[in-house]
């Protein structure tokens, strides 16, 4: 599974972990560089969630707010169609 966190973070799951991945230009060409592991999709979601929030260009309270609204719909979809896709796995 292959979750896209905005255009500069990803959630992406192997057969161990679930792993945090950063775009990182290399050579002048986009690659896809991990910086932390998790043992579950919660854990990862939320750092996913934490890492928008600090790296957010807010500069007022208001943008801070809008952007944390964002953030959170943002983190209820990755779940939406996390059980959605453990359900139909079940299914199958």
């Not at 290399?26 to 600090?54: P, T």
């Not at 609204?69 to 896709?85: C, G, S, T």
Request: glycine fraction near 6%; proline fraction near 2%; charged fraction near 35%.
């Amino acid at each position: 599974m292959l979750i896209p966190w905005g255009d500069e973070i990803r959630i992406r799951d192997t057969a161990e972990c679930w792993q945090l991945e950063m775009a990182v230009k290399r050579k002048g060409e986009r690659e896809w560089k991990v910086f932390k592991y998790f043992k579950s999709l919660s854990d990862a979601v939320g750092e996913a969630c934490g890492c928008a929030i600090r790296l957010h260009p807010a500069t007022g309270l208001k943008d801070a707010i809008e952007a944390v609204d964002q953030i959170a719909a943002n983190y209820a979809r990755v779940f939406d169609e996390a059980l959605d896709d453990v359900e139909s796995r079940r299914a199958a």
